[in-house]
């Protein structure tokens, strides 16, 4: 058996909004480059535990390792973690005051204090992988909102992340729009990317997933690879949610 | 998508001129050119007092300018800090800043004034000019802390995740992604405020500051020339803050370009 150490560790993490469990007892670990795939009904805790990989949303028990580092333990500078963890979230949330380069230059600029000159070219690198480099001086709000996405995972990239989360990427989408930013999700996963990607996309699971992960009620229900989740779902749950969506 | 609007309040600084009404007749420029108009007309049918009378003002004008300009930047100052105090999640500083605001906006700023200029008389010496810009800045600070609040509250959390996400802590996500876009929301209601300071000067025309109005007083006092000289004062008042506000709605103007596709 070969020992991989993982990237990211979750271990019985409990999180509580007032007296309401949204995530209950779940444990999960993410080996380097792999793609885990997070799927389940609205409400069910996706959101929130990807959150709390990059402590977005504080714990309220249990323990979350990102690259050897506790996540809530107040000691390790949480700043520094989410550098290595981009996120991608379900409005793209593109600052609206700074142009498409500046959006993927500003971090880069003032927390790793990169030349501008060397942000840029960089900025205009990953641009171009996006296929946004046309839009390079247009402001969020002249874009579609696929090309906004697009722009939104270009700007995670800029910091040279290890880890890349998604939170329902295509969900605020038009259908004609998804597919180009699937394609670019599909590009970073062939490049070897570590991924956690929560969608109802199920194409791309089956495509990229490594192992998909079955979430209800703030519990982690299956744990399996594509084929086995969606060919031969074990559980109960699982199986009506499947039949809901497919 | 989720985006918070946020409607500020007009105050009562002045109607800033509707960038959207592209009619000939606006009431901005009747209340301009019409002020002018009177001006001229007043000037040249009866030069003597009029003339006398608007050459005594432009001292008051330059102290009226130097109360407004310190005081605002003060209050700004202030008010950040207040408004910052507000939102924050550190118990001490949240409930100072709201007591703060919450003492201000219940006392006259007339009575302000009077407490500050003579209760700091009584513990430092300090020219008349400065205790009545501390006056007035302590006191629009508090009113501009809500104006801030607002501002930075009217800002989508979604920018602040994405800024988090990144490495950003919280204070630069305020100051490189919450406070660029605030100032947006926020320049009308502190362009309003400002115009209402302008105006809120004359009250320090009583603290021995030789304003606008003091000078007005004087040369009533001396000419006994009350109606004249107060129509002048309030016509130069009404100029100055109807070119105030033309600026302020063209810099709003500008500063929304990235909200234009
Ligand atoms: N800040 C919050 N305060 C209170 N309840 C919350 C908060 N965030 C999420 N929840 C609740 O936690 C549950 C899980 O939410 P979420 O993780 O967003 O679900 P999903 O992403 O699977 O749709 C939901 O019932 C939601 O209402
Ligand atoms: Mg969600």
Redesign the pocket.
């Known amino acids: 058996m070969n020992v991989v150490n993982p990237i990211i560790t979750i271990r019985n993490v409990v999180k509580s909004f007032g007296a309401f469990l949204a995530l209950d007892d779940v444990s999960l670990t993410v080996e380097p480059g792999q793609k885990v795939v997070v799927i389940g009904p609205?409400?069910s805790g996706?959101?929130?535990l990807?959150r709390t990989i990059n402590q977005l949303e504080e714990i309220s028990s249990g323990s979350i390792v990102v690259d050897g580092q506790e996540v809530s333990d107040p000691k390790n500078d949480i700043n520094r973690i989410r550098e290595e963890v981009g996120m991608v979230f379900?409005s793209f949330n593109l600052f609206r005051h700074k142009t498409v380069l500046e959006n993927l230059t500003l971090a880069p600029i003032k927390l790793k204090k990169e030349p501008v000159k060397e942000a840029e070219k960089r900025a205009m690198e990953l641009l171009d992988k996006v296929g946004m480099v046309d839009k390079a001086t247009s402001f969020p709000v002249q874009l579609s909102v696929g090309q906004q996405q697009r722009v939104a995972i270009a700007r995670a990239l800029a910091m040279t992340p290890k880890i890349m989360l998604f939170?329902?990427p295509t969900s605020a989408l038009d259908p004609e729009m998804i597919g180009e930013v699937l394609e670019v999700m599909v590009t970073l996963a062939r490049e070897g990317m570590t991924m956690v990607v929560?969608t109802h996309e199920m194409g791309f699971a089956r495509e990229v997933g490594d192992k998909v992960v079955f979430m209800d009620e703030g519990k982690i229900i299956e744990i399996a690879s594509p084929d086995q989740f969606f060919d031969h779902p074990e559980n109960d749950r699982t199986r009506k949610f499947l039949e809901q969506i497919l | 998508m989720r985006e918070k609007k946020v409607v500020i309040e007009v105050g009562d600084g002045a109607a800033i001129p509707d960038p959207d009404d592209k009619g000939l007749f606006t009431a901005w420029r009747i209340s301009f050119f019409g002020t002018i108009a009177i001006i001229v007309y007043l000037l040249v049918t009866k030069p003597d007092p009029y003339l006398d009378i608007i050459k005594f003002l432009p001292d008051g004008i330059v102290v009226t300018f130097k109360v407004t300009f310190a005081s605002i930047g003060l209050a700004l100052i202030l008010g950040l800090i207040a408004g910052l105090g507000r939102i924050s999640k550190n118990r001490w500083f949240n409930l100072a800043a709201s007591t703060y605001i919450e003492v201000v906006r219940g006392i006259p700023l007339l009575v302000q004034l009077f407490y500050i200029y003579f209760a700091l008389g009584h513990l430092i010496r300090v020219p008349d000019m400065v205790a009545a810009i501390i006056a007035m800045g302590f006191c629009y600070g508090a009113y501009m802390g809500e104006v801030f609040r607002a501002g930075i509250n009217s800002i989508d959390d979604g920018q602040t995740e994405a800024s988090l996400s990144l490495g950003f802590n919280r204070s630069q996500t305020m100051r490189y992604v919450i406070l660029p876009q605030a100032w947006r929301t926020i320049l009308p209601p502190v362009g309003n405020e400002f115009i209402a300071l302008l105006k809120d000067t004359s009250l320090v025309s009583i603290l021995a500051v030789s304003d606008i109005l003091r000078r007005g007083r004087e040369f009533a006092s001396e000419s006994f020339l009350y109606f004249e000289t107060y129509t002048m004062v309030a016509l130069i008042y009404l100029l100055i803050t109807l070119v105030l506000s033309k600026l302020l709605s063209n810099m709003e103007n500008r500063l929304s370009h990235y909200e234009r596709r």
């Open positions: 609205s409400g996706k959101s929130t990807l379900q939170d329902e929560v």
